[in-house]
């Protein structure tokens, strides 16, 4: 099992073993050197040993204990039949994807040994011309077998959640420069150029902060300037600059579609701008080439205030942390401010000329995640509907007849193959309503809730204004007649409702029905989960725990759960 | 700050590279380091050095360095 203790969880390091059939040590200097999260150590085996190291659990390189297995080869020269078709000597395409067959059947057995495996698409030399008449014909070309070589990859390696296909001709077409460099492989069989490094280094530290849930879920987007051309306050929303035919308005549409393309792929949008808020959004609402209008936005800070402090409301609002936020700003003043005050902001410089503005923001690598699923594809209808909540409440004022007029229901079901990537994406991304902090990969949470002794469940919570998904998961470990409350962990989203209450309550219930006649919760303090510290230490017997006390644990009469077998 | 010094100090942060008359002597830039050394160079002075260029002798300390700058008509600021 691999956990990281709670004090190392927001700083993970990653372990990794680097092999390849040419010097990849340029590669683990970037990974180890680089100040990006997280951090890793290194190590790379020497080259031209793949399958010896891929299939030999006993081989000396796995001495290093990693975590993490990139495998990065070049295709003629771990695909033999690639590389004399490079050099037309006989060879057939279907040699060539046997051969491929055989690698990914390696890197499937070596992927039993870590949480993680990364493996570099194929592609060829950029100065290998070959003959472009040819290339692409099947049965023939080197472009075509290559292509079918990597969709062998592609099919073969979908099969284990933890291995990842890396885009390499992805990497290779946003270099200006060439990604081989024939000298560095003359001087020291280092295949690759260092911006080529660079750029791997950078992408494989995206996938792996994906991997451990690190990822950022709000964008802040100012207007003037940002959204649209122009300053709407003094020139009017006729007069800004925005969708055809003028091309700097084409520029800031597209820019706007980029961020619908987040919206629905499950990141948060919001706006922080200084403007008066009943113009702004009738301009949002009303202007004809206008992409994003009020419903794609989750929240909004339209006023005249300091937007440090515009952040910080809205942080409270949407119940997430400020390290998940990014803020695009065209006004570098503003840009400072932010990054002085709330250094934990993603702040990036935006580009000056409009037309890099939709690129930019597609180009970004802070949204990476592990998979799409519904809870993220229906994110920012979800917040629209707790606005809704909110706005019932208010309403009435009386909390316990609002939380009772919502009828909440939990649907409680065992940890399962099919909510396995979410259930762990849970695990993983939830900081403040989390007990133990415990953060695993998928591989390593299912194993050990099939431990005897051993169970996990999940929430699927929803009222009447709509479904918040799965935001709930709790694990028990029982020794004897005594559990262990392993993880317990809530989604943000349903925090405040009593929901946790129903939860400890079922987990509760579970822990009896195994036959415990104590239950221990210990909690693990963490630099933000205060909320779930708070929660238990209500619950437990005497001041500090970690022993339940069951006179206060019950399910409210307000939620209603279901059991799910 | 010295150019060169600063281009040596984002490949090896933390090292010394002032007073030394040997990097790969005295261990701070090893054989890895001078292909980054190489690209970094290359892209911060738009120069290409040639294969038979790329040997530690080149780039054992500063004025080496300086020297096969030079050879390429750049002259980085002190």
Not at chain 1, 96 to 115: P, T
Not at chain 1, 118 to 126: E, G, I, K, Q
Not at chain 1, 131 to 136: G, H, P
Not at chain 1, 540 to 546: D, H, K, N, R, S
Request: with cysteine.
């Amino acid at each position: 099992m691999k956990a990281v203790s709670s004090d190392t969880a927001s700083k993970p390091l990653r372990r990794v073993l680097l092999v390849g059939d040419t010097t990849l040590d340029p590669l683990g200097r970037l990974l180890e050197r680089g100040s990006d999260a997280p951090s890793a150590i290194c190590s790379a085996a020497p080259y031209g040993q793949i399958y010896q190291i891929l299939l030999d659990g006993n081989h000396p390189a796995w001495s290093f204990q990693p975590d993490c297995l990139v495998a990065w080869t070049a295709p003629q020269f771990t695909l033999p039949s690639v590389g004399k078709l490079m050099r037309f000597e006989p060879a057939t395409h279907e040699d060539a994807l046997r051969e491929a067959e055989q690698f990914a059947d390696a890197v499937l057995q070596a992927s039993h040994r870590v949480g993680l495996v990364l493996v570099p698409t194929w592609t060829l030399p950029s100065h290998e011309r070959w003959i472009q008449t040819l290339t692409w014909r099947p049965g023939v070309g080197l472009a075509n077998v290559i292509a079918r070589a990597n969709l062998v990859l592609a099919e073969k390696l979908a099969g284990r959640s933890n291995v990842v296909l890396l885009d390499t001709s992805f990497w290779q077409a946003s270099l200006s420069r060439p990604a081989h460099d024939p000298r560095m492989y003359a001087v020291a069989k280092i295949l690759y150029s260092q911006p080529f490094f660079e750029k791997a280094a950078a992408e494989m530290k995206s996938v792996m902060r994906g991997m451990l849930g690190q990822t950022k879920k709000v964008v802040v987007c100012d207007l003037d300037n940002t959204l649209w051309g122009g300053v709407v306050g003094d020139d009017g929303a006729d007069a800004i600059k925005l969708g055809a035919p003028d091309p700097v308005g084409e520029c800031f549409q597209a820019f706007q579609s980029a961020l619908k393309g987040l919206r629905s792929r499950g990141v948060l949008l919001t706006i922080c701008s200084k403007n008066d808020e009943q113009y702004a959004l009738s301009v949002i609402e009303d202007h004809p080439a206008m992409v994003l209008r009020k419903n794609d936005f989750v929240g909004w800070r339209i006023n005249w205030d300091d937007k440090a402090g515009n952040l910080m409301a809205l942080a409270e609002e949407l119940n997430l942390g400020l390290d998940s936020f990014v803020f695009l700003d065209d006004s570098p003043q503003e840009r400072d401010q932010v990054r002085q005050m709330l250094p934990q902001v993603y702040t990036p410089d935006l580009p000056v000329s409009p037309s890099e503005l939709a690129p930019f923001v597609l180009s970004l690598n802070c949204f990476e995640t592990p998979g799409l699923g519904r809870e993220d594809l229906e994110r920012t209808d979800m917040y629209q509907a707790e606005r809704g909540r909110k706005e019932s409440l208010d309403l009435s004022g009386d909390v316990e007849a609002w939380l009772r007029s919502l009828q909440i229901q939990v649907r409680a079901v065992p940890l399962r193959h099919e909510n396995l990537a979410r259930a762990t994406q849970l695990l993983n991304k939830t900081n403040q309503f989390n007990l133990s902090l415990r953060r695993l990969d998928e591989k390593s949470f299912w194993d050990w809730a099939a431990e005897p002794g051993n169970a996990a469940y999940v929430f699927h919570v929803s009222d009447r204004f709509g479904d918040f998904g799965l935001t709930g998961l709790a694990s028990l470990s029982m020794q004897g007649t005594e559990a262990r409350i392993v993880d317990f962990v809530m989604s943000c989203r349903v925090m405040g409702k009593r929901v946790e209450e129903a939860l400890l309550g079922y987990t509760v219930g579970r822990a009896k029905a195994a036959g415990a006649d104590c239950v221990q919760a210990p909690p693990v303090e963490g630099p933000r989960n205060a909320p779930a510290r708070e929660f238990f230490a209500t619950k437990f017997a005497a001041a500090g725990g970690p022993a339940i006390d069951p006179e206060r644990v019950g399910v409210p009469s307000l939620v209603s759960v279901r059991e799910e077998n | 700050m010295d150019e060169v010094i600063s281009i040596l100090n984002e490949i090896r942060p933390g090292q010394d590279f002032s007073g030394t008359d040997d990097f790969f002597a005295r261990g701070v830039l090893d054989s890895l380091d001078l292909t980054a050394l190489v690209s970094a160079l290359e892209s911060r002075y738009s120069v290409f050095m040639d294969v038979e260029e790329i040997v530690p002798d080149n780039f054992r300390n500063v004025e080496k360095i300086k020297a096969i700058l030079a050879k390429h008509g750049v002259n980085p600021a002190a």
